[in-house]
Every structure is written in structure tokens, then in C-alpha cells.
Nanobody, 126 residues
Framework: QVQLVESGGGSVQAGGSLRLSCAVS????????VGWFRRAPGKEREFVAA?????????DYADSVKGRFTISRDNAKNTVNLQMNSLKPEDTGAYYC??????????????????WGQGTQVIVSS
């Protein structure tokens, strides 16, 4: 089983930046993909970005965040980070770290993913 703990959410004005971090722990998560989903107010949880834990290779980004968000892995700290730049009000929502043995991509539905963090809130004001 994998444990995921998010940190780094907060409030920022449009155009600003935030960095989210997900601490990953568990028995054996080397074969997992780890990534981020988000849930905007009144909407379903949607894929944001993911990577292969063993290689750090990115599997996919949602079209809405390409060129603005960067997902990366820090081996020394066992974290997966999401650097969010040029934030927009529509990026507002609860951001969740996710992990699964399936290869998470933009087409992955949240119901397919087994492991979740508790979420961290991001608020972008205009």
C-alpha cells in the first residue's frame, strides 16, 4: 500500500506560481505512476499530470496545464512535485496526489485510481 501526503497549497493572484509536493511512502511503490488530479468547485476530479516513479519520466499532462505546470520527482526526499506557473482562476480547486500501478494519463478517470492523498487547496484570484 502507498501513503501520499500533499503540501504546498495556498492562495495566489492570477499569473502567480505555487509549488505542490507529495510525500510518497509505502512498501514498494517503484512500479507505480504518481501524479496529480484536481477538483474544481462543482466539477468532477480531473487528471492534471503524472510520471513513472521508477524513471521519473512524465506520462502525460492535461491540455489545460501544458506549458504552465511541471511535474517532477525528488528521489532524495521521496516526493513528487508540481510546479504551477502562470496560474489562472480556473486552476482553483482541491489538488490530490494519486498513485496506481496503471499508467495514469489524461484519459484516466479518478475512479480507476486506487491510492489518494487527502488533498490541498489552491485558490487563484483574478
Amino acid at each position: 500500500q502507498v501513503q501520499l501526503v500533499e503540501s504546498g497549497g495556498g492562495s495566489v493572484q492570477a499569473g502567480g506560481s505555487l509549488r505542490l509536493s507529495c510525500a510518497v511512502s509505502g512498501r514498494t511503490f517503484s512500479r507505480y505512476t504518481v501524479g496529480w488530479f484536481r477538483r474544481a468547485p462543482g466539477k468532477e476530479r480531473e487528471f492534471v499530470a503524472a510520471l513513472h516513479w521508477w524513471s521519473g519520466g512524465v506520462t502525460d499532462y492535461a491540455d489545460s496545464v501544458k506549458g504552465r505546470f511541471t511535474i517532477s520527482r525528488d528521489n532524495a526526499k521521496n516526493t513528487v512535485n508540481l510546479q504551477m506557473n502562470s496560474l489562472k482562476p480556473e486552476d482553483t480547486g482541491a489538488y490530490y496526489c494519486a498513485a496506481d500501478t496503471l499508467v495514469m494519463k489524461a484519459t484516466t478517470r479518478s475512479a480507476e485510481v486506487a491510492n489518494w492523498g487527502q488533498g490541498t487547496q489552491v485558490i487563484v484570484s483574478s
